[in-house]
Protein backbone atom coordinates (compact mmCIF):
# COMPACT_ATOMS: atom_id res chain seq x y z
CA UNK A 1 0.00 0.00 0.00
CA UNK A 2 2.89 2.53 0.82
CA UNK A 3 4.43 1.91 -2.31
CA UNK A 4 1.17 2.35 -4.18
CA UNK A 5 0.39 5.70 -2.87
CA UNK A 6 4.50 7.01 -3.18
CA UNK A 7 3.07 5.89 -6.85
CA UNK A 8 0.27 7.86 -7.26
CA UNK A 9 2.00 10.57 -5.33
CA UNK A 10 4.68 10.78 -8.17
CA UNK A 11 1.95 10.94 -10.83
CA UNK A 12 0.44 14.04 -9.69
CA UNK A 13 4.47 15.71 -9.74
CA UNK A 14 6.00 16.95 -12.82
CA UNK A 15 8.02 13.83 -13.12
CA UNK A 16 9.38 13.37 -16.86
CA UNK A 17 10.38 9.56 -15.76
CA UNK A 18 10.56 6.52 -13.31
CA UNK A 19 13.10 4.35 -11.97
CA UNK A 20 11.19 1.67 -9.93
CA UNK A 21 13.40 -0.84 -7.04
CA UNK A 22 9.55 -2.43 -5.97
CA UNK A 23 10.26 -4.52 -2.78
CA UNK A 24 8.24 -7.55 -4.05
CA UNK A 25 6.91 -8.59 -8.05
CA UNK A 26 3.90 -6.97 -7.51
CA UNK A 27 4.93 -3.80 -9.38
CA UNK A 28 1.36 -2.33 -9.01
CA UNK A 29 1.25 -2.69 -12.98
CA UNK A 30 -2.35 0.19 -12.53
CA UNK A 31 -0.58 3.11 -11.42
CA UNK A 32 2.59 2.63 -13.37
CA UNK A 33 0.12 2.20 -16.52
CA UNK A 34 -0.91 5.63 -15.86
CA UNK A 35 3.14 7.13 -16.01
CA UNK A 36 2.72 5.38 -19.50
CA UNK A 37 -0.15 6.68 -20.49
CA UNK A 38 1.14 10.43 -19.73
CA UNK A 39 4.36 9.55 -21.74
CA UNK A 40 6.85 9.08 -18.85
CA UNK A 41 9.11 6.22 -19.08
CA UNK A 42 9.23 3.76 -16.38
CA UNK A 43 12.73 1.34 -15.82
CA UNK A 44 12.28 -1.79 -13.47
CA UNK A 45 15.10 -2.36 -11.47
CA UNK A 46 16.33 -5.76 -9.19
CA UNK A 47 12.87 -7.77 -9.93
CA UNK A 48 11.85 -9.58 -13.35
CA UNK A 49 9.27 -8.35 -14.75
CA UNK A 50 7.71 -10.55 -18.39
CA UNK A 51 5.64 -6.86 -18.96
CA UNK A 52 6.48 -6.96 -22.68
CA UNK A 53 6.23 -3.26 -22.74
CA UNK A 54 7.99 -2.12 -19.22
CA UNK A 55 11.78 -1.38 -19.20
CA UNK A 56 13.80 -4.07 -16.99
CA UNK A 57 16.79 -3.94 -15.63
CA UNK A 58 18.39 -6.96 -13.50
CA UNK A 59 21.38 -8.51 -12.22
CA UNK A 60 21.68 -12.37 -13.44
CA UNK A 61 20.47 -13.53 -9.83
CA UNK A 62 19.94 -16.99 -11.07
CA UNK A 63 23.68 -17.60 -11.82
CA UNK A 64 24.71 -16.28 -8.76
CA UNK A 65 22.86 -18.63 -6.79
CA UNK A 66 24.56 -21.27 -9.37
CA UNK A 67 28.28 -19.90 -8.15
CA UNK A 68 27.94 -19.89 -4.82
CA UNK A 69 26.17 -22.96 -4.78
CA UNK A 70 29.29 -24.36 -6.81
CA UNK A 71 31.56 -22.66 -4.55
CA UNK A 72 30.11 -24.57 -1.52
CA UNK A 73 30.36 -27.97 -3.35
CA UNK A 74 33.64 -27.47 -4.15
CA UNK A 75 34.50 -27.10 -0.83
CA UNK A 76 33.13 -30.22 -0.06
CA UNK A 77 29.77 -29.42 1.44
CA UNK A 78 27.01 -31.81 0.54
CA UNK A 79 24.60 -30.25 3.27
CA UNK A 80 23.63 -26.92 2.27
CA UNK A 81 20.80 -24.82 3.32
CA UNK A 82 19.18 -21.50 1.60
CA UNK A 83 17.80 -19.34 4.35
CA UNK A 84 15.60 -16.45 3.45
CA UNK A 85 12.95 -14.13 5.12
CA UNK A 86 11.36 -13.36 1.65
CA UNK A 87 8.67 -15.06 0.56
CA UNK A 88 9.59 -16.87 -3.04
CA UNK A 89 6.28 -16.70 -4.44
CA UNK A 90 6.81 -13.03 -4.62
CA UNK A 91 10.30 -11.91 -4.81
CA UNK A 92 11.64 -12.99 -7.80
CA UNK A 93 15.28 -11.93 -7.46
CA UNK A 94 15.12 -14.53 -4.30
CA UNK A 95 13.22 -16.67 -6.22
CA UNK A 96 16.39 -16.62 -9.43
CA UNK A 97 18.79 -17.20 -6.51
CA UNK A 98 17.02 -20.16 -5.34
CA UNK A 99 16.60 -21.44 -8.24
CA UNK A 100 20.46 -21.61 -9.43
CA UNK A 101 20.75 -23.01 -5.53
CA UNK A 102 18.52 -25.61 -6.25
CA UNK A 103 20.19 -26.77 -10.15
CA UNK A 104 23.48 -27.29 -8.59
CA UNK A 105 22.07 -28.94 -5.17
CA UNK A 106 19.82 -31.49 -7.75
CA UNK A 107 22.77 -32.88 -9.44
CA UNK A 108 23.64 -34.11 -5.85
CA UNK A 109 20.54 -36.01 -5.42
CA UNK A 110 20.05 -36.07 -1.44
CA UNK A 111 17.24 -34.90 0.21
CA UNK A 112 19.30 -32.94 2.73
CA UNK A 113 20.47 -30.69 0.23
CA UNK A 114 17.99 -27.62 1.48
CA UNK A 115 15.44 -26.33 4.13
CA UNK A 116 12.53 -23.82 3.99
CA UNK A 117 11.05 -24.72 7.79
CA UNK A 118 10.37 -21.57 9.42
CA UNK A 119 11.42 -21.69 13.30
CA UNK A 120 12.51 -18.35 15.43
CA UNK A 121 15.90 -17.29 13.73
CA UNK A 122 18.63 -18.83 16.29
CA UNK A 123 16.38 -22.02 16.98
CA UNK A 124 16.42 -22.66 13.27
CA UNK A 125 20.19 -21.89 12.52
CA UNK A 126 21.17 -25.09 15.55
CA UNK A 127 18.39 -27.07 14.20
CA UNK A 128 20.04 -27.19 10.94
CA UNK A 129 23.37 -27.82 12.24
CA UNK A 130 22.07 -30.36 14.49
CA UNK A 131 20.63 -31.80 10.89
CA UNK A 132 24.10 -32.02 9.36
CA UNK A 133 23.72 -28.69 7.73
CA UNK A 134 27.07 -27.56 6.96
CA UNK A 135 27.00 -24.21 4.49
CA UNK A 136 23.82 -21.59 4.60
CA UNK A 137 23.32 -19.68 1.71
CA UNK A 138 21.57 -16.31 2.61
CA UNK A 139 19.40 -14.44 0.68
CA UNK A 140 21.57 -11.05 0.90
CA UNK A 141 24.42 -10.16 2.21
CA UNK A 142 21.87 -8.19 5.05
CA UNK A 143 20.37 -11.81 6.29
CA UNK A 144 23.98 -13.28 6.10
CA UNK A 145 24.97 -10.63 8.63
CA UNK A 146 22.05 -11.30 10.74
CA UNK A 147 22.91 -15.10 10.51
CA UNK A 148 27.37 -14.66 11.25
CA UNK A 149 25.60 -12.47 14.65
CA UNK A 150 23.50 -15.09 15.77
CA UNK A 151 25.67 -17.76 15.19
CA UNK A 152 28.34 -16.18 17.22
CA UNK A 153 25.52 -15.79 20.53
CA UNK A 154 24.76 -19.37 20.08
CA UNK A 155 28.57 -20.53 19.70
CA UNK A 156 28.28 -21.60 16.38
CA UNK A 157 31.79 -20.91 14.89
CA UNK A 158 32.11 -19.71 11.10
CA UNK A 159 33.31 -21.16 8.95
CA UNK A 160 34.36 -23.93 11.54
CA UNK A 161 30.88 -25.26 12.33
CA UNK A 162 29.03 -23.29 9.59
CA UNK A 163 30.34 -21.86 6.24
CA UNK A 164 27.87 -18.43 5.45
CA UNK A 165 27.42 -16.70 2.07
CA UNK A 166 25.30 -13.86 1.04
CA UNK A 167 24.55 -11.77 -1.89
CA UNK A 168 25.45 -8.52 -3.42
CA UNK A 169 28.88 -7.92 -1.66
CA UNK A 170 27.82 -4.88 0.29
CA UNK A 171 30.15 -3.52 2.94
CA UNK A 172 28.91 -5.77 5.64
CA UNK A 173 29.80 -8.80 3.80
CA UNK A 174 33.50 -7.69 3.50
CA UNK A 175 33.65 -6.32 7.07
CA UNK A 176 32.75 -9.52 8.48
CA UNK A 177 34.79 -11.71 5.62
CA UNK A 178 31.66 -13.29 4.36
CA UNK A 179 31.70 -14.41 0.61
CA UNK A 180 29.41 -13.16 -1.75
CA UNK A 181 28.04 -12.14 -5.07
CA UNK A 182 29.34 -8.97 -6.52
CA UNK A 183 26.15 -6.87 -8.53
CA UNK A 184 27.74 -4.22 -10.41
CA UNK A 185 25.25 -1.71 -9.01
CA UNK A 186 26.75 1.16 -10.68
CA UNK A 187 25.88 -0.54 -14.34
CA UNK A 188 22.33 -0.96 -12.97
CA UNK A 189 22.57 2.46 -12.53
CA UNK A 190 24.19 3.39 -15.90
CA UNK A 191 21.85 1.09 -17.87
CA UNK A 192 18.63 2.26 -16.39
CA UNK A 193 19.55 5.91 -16.60
CA UNK A 194 20.50 5.20 -20.43
CA UNK A 195 17.34 3.42 -20.94
CA UNK A 196 15.36 6.22 -19.29
CA UNK A 197 17.09 8.81 -21.54
CA UNK A 198 16.45 7.04 -24.55
CA UNK A 199 12.86 6.77 -23.88
CA UNK A 200 12.50 10.22 -23.27
CA UNK A 201 14.48 11.23 -26.34
CA UNK A 202 12.05 8.65 -28.50
CA UNK A 203 8.60 7.41 -26.65
CA UNK A 204 8.82 5.03 -29.27
CA UNK A 205 11.37 2.73 -28.58
CA UNK A 206 11.30 -0.70 -27.89
CA UNK A 207 11.05 -1.81 -24.25
CA UNK A 208 14.66 -3.08 -23.13
CA UNK A 209 15.02 -6.36 -21.00
CA UNK A 210 18.69 -5.99 -19.49
CA UNK A 211 20.26 -8.81 -17.58
CA UNK A 212 24.10 -8.11 -15.60
CA UNK A 213 26.41 -10.76 -15.32
CA UNK A 214 27.77 -11.39 -11.31
CA UNK A 215 30.64 -12.41 -9.75
CA UNK A 216 31.71 -14.79 -7.25
CA UNK A 217 33.72 -12.97 -4.08
CA UNK A 218 35.14 -15.81 -2.10
CA UNK A 219 35.85 -14.72 1.63
CA UNK A 220 36.77 -16.45 5.26
CA UNK A 221 33.18 -17.16 6.07
CA UNK A 222 33.28 -20.14 3.35
CA UNK A 223 36.90 -21.25 2.71
CA UNK A 224 37.30 -24.62 4.34
CA UNK A 225 37.78 -27.66 3.36
CA UNK A 226 35.07 -30.74 4.57
CA UNK A 227 36.70 -33.87 4.65
CA UNK A 228 34.10 -36.93 3.04
CA UNK A 229 34.23 -40.32 3.00
CA UNK A 230 35.85 -42.11 0.48
Do not use: W
Request: with cysteine; proline share 5%.
Amino acid sequence: PKERATLELLRSQNIAGLVYYPKRDNIHLEQLNDFLFANRPVVIIDKQTDCPYLNNVVCDNYDGGRQLTRHLLEQGHRNIAFFTTAPLSETSSVRDRFGGFLHETNALSTEDALSTEITPFQQQLLILRQNGITALLAENDQVAELIFLACRTIGLRIPEDLCLCGFDDTSLSRSLEITSIHQDFESIGREASRILLSALENPAAEPEKIVLPVTLVPRASSLRMIKTES
